[in-house]
């Protein structure tokens, strides 16, 4: 098995989301700039709830105002940081330019934790349940995503956060159950 980060990483873009995916084995959610959308600040408020956060922004000045407006939000936050220097390519200042060694070191120094991952759900799961595969397979997503906190994504990104955040089978099925009752 896996060992998997139990905290959801937040940090600034997808390129960070990258540099992050090769150093470990964690779910990662994106702030986007510092515009952060109400979506995202729930997703992160979910994530802070049920497992806990690590802030890993860019050491530049629109990183610093990113990471207090999620720590005055947040203040258990853990906080994992990386230096200008090992984040600095060419005049290019962020995460996506620090090796897989360094954001490792930041955020064991953050006081990640680690645990093996379980993978209750497989795709085969996602296609019995109606959630890749099929018509208003997207749909179905977004509106369980928002119901468990989790957020939409793809087919792949949506097994990944079910296996993640350790959504029980039975909170999914009466979830799902849920949505569908109201549709009818």
Known sequence: MKQHINEVIVVEGRDDIDAVNKAVNADI???H???ITGDTIDRIRNAYETRGIIILTDPDRAG???RKRLTDLFPDAGQAYISRSEATSKDDIGVENA???VIAKALAAAGMTVSDLVEEYT????MYYGLSGGRGSRELRDKL????GIGYGNAAA?????NGYGIAREDL???LTEIQNEEK
Do not use: C, H, N, V
């Open 33 to 35: 700039g510092y515009g």
């Open 123 to 126: 795709s085969s799961d996602m």
């Open 145 to 148: 995503g928002r119901r468990l």
């Open 99 to 101: 090796a897989p060694d």
């Open 29 to 31: 959610i994106a702030t």
């Open 64 to 66: 610093q105002r990113i």
């Open 173 to 175: 099925e009466k979830t």
């Open 158 to 162: 949506f097994l990944k956060r079910l």
